[in-house]
């Protein structure tokens, strides 16, 4: 059984297994296999316990291994279904075969753990399967979900006015994250928020989710939700970088900047586009591996779906390209440019990389928030209030076509 688990640590990070959720899981699948053929075959061999009845949980999930291998996404959506219902029942077979032919105490002892984890997967997989379900039935009670190009996402706009603001959340982070921030706008203004590909409402997405592509999705959504511009664009971390990379590829759609605690592009990089590395196909395998623990109900113990967590780890997996296509943006000119720096937690060299983002327009302000922390800024109702009041004086500053007032 060890080897088994050894055989499919190897072969989830083998070279020529393709670095996607269906065929990791495939991949690990098959070396597990391989421990319980070995069980059923060095025991008729070597023993006088013959365990042949461990074949059949060799052929059950050789063969899902298998199917996921070759067949991909399709089989592993049939299988959400067949899977936890046939792996219980196997399970509990296997449970009561080592019961009675398996005489060694300490054998009994050893295999009843690994039937117990069938067991948990079975029921973890079946809850994942369902709770998916009944999420994709549903449908957001605000908002509508609008094809971009394969995928679905999420897109919510209230309050009437002009400017339109769209919010970016940060890293990992959904639009209901930023409650506190869209109805106070919206006050004043109409006001867009979203949700990015495989988290929230919206769908997950093929394509690498770094920052050009976020970009372009977030046009395309605009433009079919019939959301006119200029925006003002307001990113809160990772969200900054996505709105400057927005600014860069669609120069005439942006009126103005809000920056909150924005992490900086990397303008000193010689290219916006890295070649993909070993180290990226490393994070991606760790990405599937990660994913394939959620479809058996892990994920939902942190808060998140299978697809968000994936979204969230592939979106810092990508982090070094969207960094460096943030850089893209070097001249903001005289638009309106707020940037809002927490005033506490923060690492070193931040301030001066907020001064730098300030430095990209002639008419910009840089205020830190004093006591604020770099989640607080849209979490805690005062900070928040700060962060709102940024996002205002942009539109202000839009709408009469004058300098930030300091």
């Given at each position: 059984?060890?080897?088994?688990?050894?055989?499919?640590?190897?072969l989830?990070?083998?070279p020529?297994?393709?670095?996607?959720?269906?065929?990791?899981?495939?991949?690990?699948l098959?070396?597990?296999?391989?421990?319980?053929?070995?069980?059923?075959?060095?025991?008729?061999?070597?023993?006088?316990?013959?365990?042949?009845?461990?074949?059949?949980?060799?052929?059950?999930i050789?063969?899902?291994?298998?199917?996921?291998?070759?067949?991909?996404?399709?089989?592993?959506?049939?299988?959400?279904?067949?899977?936890?219902?046939?792996?219980?029942?196997?399970?509990?077979?296997?449970?009561?075969?080592a019961?009675?032919?398996?005489?060694?105490?300490?054998?009994r002892?050893?295999?009843?753990?690994?039937?117990?984890?069938l067991?948990?997967?079975?029921?973890?997989?079946?809850?994942?399967?369902?709770?998916?379900?009944?999420?994709?039935?549903?449908?957001?009670?605000?908002?509508?979900?609008?094809?971009?190009?394969?995928?679905?996402?999420y897109?919510?706009?209230?309050?009437?006015?002009?400017?339109?603001?769209?919010?970016?959340?940060?890293?990992?982070?959904?639009?209901?994250?930023l409650?506190?921030?869209?109805?106070?706008?919206?006050?004043?203004?109409?006001?867009?928020?979203?949700?990015?590909a495989?988290?929230?409402?919206?769908d997950?997405?093929r394509?690498?989710?770094?920052?050009?592509?976020?970009?372009?999705?977030?046009?395309?959504?605009?433009q079919?939700?019939?959301?006119?511009g200029?925006?003002?664009?307001?990113?809160?971390s990772?969200g900054?970088?996505?709105?400057?990379?927005?600014?860069?590829?669609?120069?005439?759609?942006?009126?103005?900047?809000?920056?909150?605690?924005?992490?900086?592009?990397?303008?000193?990089?010689?290219?916006?586009?890295?070649?993909?590395?070993?180290?990226?196909?490393?994070?991606?395998?760790?990405?599937?591996?990660?994913?394939?623990?959620?479809?058996?109900?892990?994920?939902r113990?942190?808060?998140?779906t299978p697809?968000?967590?994936?979204?969230?780890?592939d979106?810092?997996?990508h982090a070094?390209?969207?960094?460096?296509?943030?850089?893209?943006?070097?001249?903001?000119?005289?638009?309106p440019?707020?940037?809002?720096?927490?005033?506490?937690?923060s690492?070193?060299?931040?301030?001066?990389?907020?001064?730098?983002?300030?430095?990209?327009s002639?008419?910009?302000l840089?205020?830190?928030?004093?006591?604020?922390?770099?989640?607080?800024?849209?979490?805690?109702?005062?900070?928040?209030?700060?962060?709102t009041?940024?996002?205002?004086?942009?539109?202000?500053?839009?709408?009469?076509?004058?300098?930030l007032?300091?």
């Open positions: 059984m060890i080897t088994g688990v050894l055989a499919a640590l190897l989830a990070v083998a020529f297994i393709p670095a996607t959720q269906s065929s990791v899981t495939g991949a690990i098959l070396g597990l296999s391989l421990g319980w053929a070995m069980v059923a075959v060095l025991s008729v061999r070597f023993t006088e316990q013959p365990q042949k009845w461990a074949v059949a949980p060799a052929l059950f050789g063969l899902g291994g298998f199917f996921l291998l070759a067949f991909g996404s399709p089989a592993q959506e049939v299988l959400a279904w067949v899977w936890p219902p046939a792996l219980m029942v196997l399970a509990l077979w296997t449970g009561s075969q019961n009675r032919q398996l005489r060694s105490r300490s054998g002892v050893l295999l009843y753990p690994v039937i117990a984890m067991v948990l997967a079975s029921l973890g997989s079946g809850y994942e399967t369902v709770r998916e379900a009944a999420d994709a039935g549903a449908s957001p009670v605000q908002g509508q979900l609008i094809d971009v190009g394969g995928h679905r996402l897109l919510n706009c209230t309050g009437s006015g002009s400017p339109t603001v769209v919010l970016e959340p940060g890293a990992g982070q959904v639009s209901s994250d409650a506190l921030i869209a109805p106070a706008v919206a006050r004043d203004t109409r006001v867009c928020v979203y949700d990015r495989g988290r929230g409402w919206s997950s997405a394509t690498a989710q770094e920052g050009a592509q976020i970009a372009t999705d977030l046009h395309t959504l605009l079919r939700g019939n959301e006119s200029p925006y003002v664009l307001a990113g809160h990772f900054g970088l996505y709105a400057l990379t927005f600014a860069a590829s669609f120069p005439e759609d942006v009126a103005g900047l809000v920056l909150v605690d924005s992490t900086a592009p990397a303008w000193d990089s010689e290219s916006a586009h890295p070649s993909r590395s070993e180290s990226d196909d490393t994070m991606n395998r760790a990405s599937a591996l990660v994913s394939s623990a959620a479809r058996l109900g892990l994920g113990l942190l808060g998140m697809n968000h967590l994936r979204s969230t780890i979106e810092y997996i070094g390209s969207s960094v460096q296509q943030a850089a893209a943006l070097r001249n903001f000119t005289n638009r440019l707020v940037v809002l720096t927490a005033g506490s937690g690492a070193p060299g931040w301030a001066a990389s907020q001064e730098a983002l300030a430095s990209l002639t008419n910009s840089h205020r830190v928030i004093n006591g604020a922390t770099h989640a607080s800024l849209i979490s805690e109702q005062e900070d928040a209030a700060a962060t009041r940024g996002i205002l004086d942009v539109v202000s500053a839009v709408r009469t076509a004058s300098p007032i300091p």
